[in-house]
Structure formats: structure tokens, C-alpha cells
């Protein structure tokens, strides 16, 4: 199973942005859907996680502003970022968690590459 993100790049503050991540491989399921983040000299955060049957939790620093989404069909998850801060400057990650590649009941986590999103005041 691989993950690829994109859509991440240079905004102003107050702008919006759209992170996809799409699942590749042999995949049965996927537990839930997360995007991370990691500014410079600061731990990885949550920002979103989503599970199979849509129920939602979001970052403090972002509820409100950011929206996920994913589509079960196409092993694809979005982050649609709006009123984007500086403080919001960060590598963003994308994680397929618990994955099951058959109906064994054997799961694994996934992770994206990581696409930075830099937010200029």
C-alpha cells in the first residue's frame, strides 16, 4: 500500500488550499483516514481524522476552519484548508490507519510522503 499526497504549496494568510491523498495497492479497507502535521521545531500534530462511517475530529487549532473528507470508493481522503494562518505552516502528512489488504482481520498503518503548506502573513 503506498499513499500520495499533493496540493500543498505557498498561500497568503486568509487564503484557502485542497490536500489530497490517494491509497494505491491492494486494499480491502480502511479504518480510518488522518492528516497529520509537523511544523519546524514542534512535535507532529493531528489535524483531522476521519473513520469508514464519516465521524469527524478535528485539531483545536483548526476546528472550524479546515474540512476532511474522504471517498471509500476511491481510497482518497481531502483536507480543504480555508482562513489559512501562518501558524498553519507545516509538512503535512497523510495516514491510512488500520488498513486491511483482506479479510484476514490483520491491519497496518500507512503513511504519505509529506507536502508542505507555508502560509505568508
Known amino acids: 500500500v503506498q499513499l500520495q499526497a499533493s496540493g500543498g504549496g505557498l498561500v497568503q494568510a486568509g487564503e484557502s488550499l485542497r490536500l489530497s491523498c490517494a491509497a494505491s495497492?491492494?486494499?480491502?479497507?480502511?479504518?480510518?483516514w488522518g492528516w497529520y502535521r509537523q511544523a519546524p521545531q514542534k512535535q507532529r500534530e493531528m489535524v483531522a481524522v476521519?473513520?469508514?462511517?464519516?465521524?469527524?475530529n478535528y485539531g483545536a487549532p483548526v476546528k472550524g476552519r479546515f474540512s476532511i473528507s474522504r471517498d471509500n470508493t476511491k481510497n482518497t481522503v481531502d483536507l480543504q484548508m480555508n482562513s489559512l494562518k501562518p501558524d498553519d505552516t507545516a509538512v503535512y502528512y497523510c495516514?491510512?490507519?488500520?488498513?486491511?489488504?483482506?479479510?484476514?482481520?490483520?491491519?497496518?498503518?500507512?503513511w504519505g510522503q509529506g507536502t508542505l503548506v507555508t502560509v505568508s502573513s
Open positions: 476521519i473513520t469508514s462511517g464519516g465521524r469527524t
Open positions: 495497492g491492494s486494499i480491502f479497507s480502511i479504518g480510518v
Open positions: 495516514a491510512a490507519l488500520m488498513v486491511a489488504i483482506d479479510d484476514s482481520g490483520e491491519e497496518d498503518d500507512y
